[in-house]
């Protein structure tokens, strides 16, 4: 069974930072590829960044580049979101997920294409 746990959402006022967690449990964490997401009310969910398996490969939607920075650390099976300059368009409830295929060489935008998905955090940036 796959758990992946988001932590560190929260209020913020806008060019604020907050840097969300994504703890991973139960299979080989550092074979695959994760992704964040978010979804904000009456939208649909949107990918935001993803990191490869071995970390070197890192790939994000163009609304967030130069503010968000995804990494993640194996040996603690963690990913993370570190969000700069917030703005409140980034308002919504941000997901991490965890590919369906190890080691896959390209990372994707696809929510298809990620297998397993945690309850999600709530990011808030008031203006």
């Known amino acids: 069974q796959v758990q992946l746990v988001e932590s560190g959402g929260g209020l913020v006022q806008a060019g604020g930072s907050l840097r969300l967690s994504c703890a991973a449990s139960?299979?080989?964490?550092?074979?695959?590829?994760m992704g964040w997401f978010r979804q904000a009310p009456g939208k649909e969910r949107e990918f935001v960044a993803a990191?490869?398996?071995?970390?070197?490969?890192?790939y994000y939607t163009d609304s967030v580049k130069g503010r968000f920075t995804i990494s993640r650390d194996n040996a603690k099976n963690t990913v993370y979101l570190q969000m700069n300059s917030l703005k409140p368009e980034d308002t919504a409830v941000y997901f991490c997920?965890?590919?369906?295929?190890?080691?896959?060489?390209?990372?994707?935008?696809?929510?298809?294409?990620?297998?397993?998905w945690g309850q999600g955090t709530q990011v808030t940036v008031s203006s």
């Open positions: 997920a965890g590919d369906r295929v190890a080691q896959r060489g390209i990372l994707t935008p696809s929510p298809r294409e990620y297998r397993y």
């Open positions: 139960g299979r080989t964490f550092s074979s695959y590829a």
């Open positions: 990191i490869s398996w071995s970390g070197y490969s890192t």
